[in-house]
Nanobody
């Protein structure tokens, strides 16, 4: 089993920045893709950004140029630097990891952007 623990959410004004972290532990041999999804009230969960163990990244169009995903393989940790935050970025952000074809999720961290 893989455990994912997120940190770094909070309340920020529009235009501000936050950095999310997610540390993986447990049975992490073969951990491949890590990333972030988010779910706003009344909406479906959507992909925000992912990164492979080799460093290839993928972003949803709405965050390109504002968010940066990175990864420290030695620490089994993935980060999401969020700049120029907008009220529409308000959501619960979930850490995601894929290992040997199975998906694992963190408990979620709230990000609230005030206008």
């Amino acid at each position: 089993q893989v455990q994912l623990v997120e940190s770094g959410g909070g309340l920020v004004q529009a235009g501000g920045s936050l950095r999310l972290s997610c540390a993986a532990s447990g049975n992490i041999f073969g951990l491949n893709i890590m990333g972030w999804y988010r779910q706003a009230p009344g909406k479906q969960r959507e992909l925000v950004a992912t990164i492979t163990v080799g460093g290839n990244t993928n972003y949803v169009d709405s965050v390109k140029g504002r968010f940066t995903i990175s990864r420290d393989n030695a620490k089994n940790t993935v980060y999401l630097q969020m700049n120029s935050l907008k009220p529409e970025d308000t959501a619960i952000y979930y850490c995601y990891a894929q290992r040997l074809g199975f998906s694992h999720w963190g408990q979620g961290t709230q990000v609230t952007v005030s206008s």
